[in-house]
């Protein structure tokens, strides 16, 4: 097992938030109607994608009857039916759709993770959750840093939960540190390898995003673009 696999199945058994646990654990029992007949994940969602991903996509946290339910990252949600078709649409991604972690989806070069792999009630974390996970994501970070180029932080929560957790892995954060944005971008000196790090900030796919067209696909895709080029990826088509 190497060092990801090690992380990841450590990650699937930690019980360290009790809010947390006790939310993700009672969706899984009662379920929503529409997936009844589904046997929940109920527990912290571990990344996915390669182990010697040059890109990396920071969420937020798994969704309740999404990423709670399937096991994996940004599946099985609305979130995810904005995210994939991007991800494939650019040639990061084998297919558009992400309905559970046996569909056969492959990522090409990139990993998905998020600063807080336990569903949070009413899609929320706290500062404490935040803090308590962020080991989890600083170890991922040191894993990836022989390959990892590069990284898109969905969101402004994401943002600030990434910065510290770019630091304690041995990137060099500018103070004060940089402001979330759309579009956003730092290079962070440093690192466990010694080079520097793409930065990328990008709107979160959530629906009151999504839905409300603060983030359209086409802004998507252009900073997926950018992003995979900045590490090597070579993603397909123009910029829009």
């Not at 904005?82 to 084998?94: C, E, K, Q, T």
């Not at 404490?128 to 996970?133: A, I, N």
């Not at 600083?138 to 600030?160: C, M, N």
Request: glycine letters at 12%.
């Amino acid at each position: 097992m190497d060092g990801l696999s090690e992380l990841d199945e450590r990650i699937t058994g930690c019980r360290a938030c009790p809010r947390l646990v006790d939310w993700r654990e009672e969706v899984a029992r009662t379920k929503r109607a529409a997936f009844e007949d589904w046997t929940y994940w109920g527990r912290p969602v571990p990344g996915f994608g390669p182990h010697d991903a040059s890109l990396l996509i920071i969420g937020l946290a798994p969704a309740a009857h999404g990423a709670n339910r399937t096991g994996r990252m940004f599946t099985g949600d609305r979130s995810g039916e904005f995210l994939y078709p991007a991800l494939y649409d650019v040639g990061l991604a084998s297919r558009p759709t992400a309905e559970s972690a046996d569909d056969g989806l492959t990522l090409y070069g990139t990993r998905i993770t998020s600063p807080v792999h336990c569903a949070p009630p009413a899609n929320k974390p706290t500062t404490e959750e935040r803090d308590t996970c962020r080991p989890w994501l600083v170890s991922e970070l040191k894993l990836l840093a022989p390959t990892l180029k590069a990284v898109i932080v969905l969101g402004g929560f994401g943002w600030q939960a990434a910065l510290p957790a770019f630091s304690a892995a041995g990137w060099q954060v500018p103070k004060p540190r940089p402001a979330f944005g759309h579009g956003a971008h730092v290079v962070l000196p440093g690192g466990p390898e010694g080079k520097g790090l793409d930065v990328f900030g990008c709107f979160h796919v959530s629906q009151r995003n999504t839905f409300t067209g603060r983030l359209t696909p086409g802004m998507l895709r252009n900073v997926l673009r950018t992003a995979a080029a900045e590490a090597g990826l070579h993603p397909n088509g123009p910029a829009e």
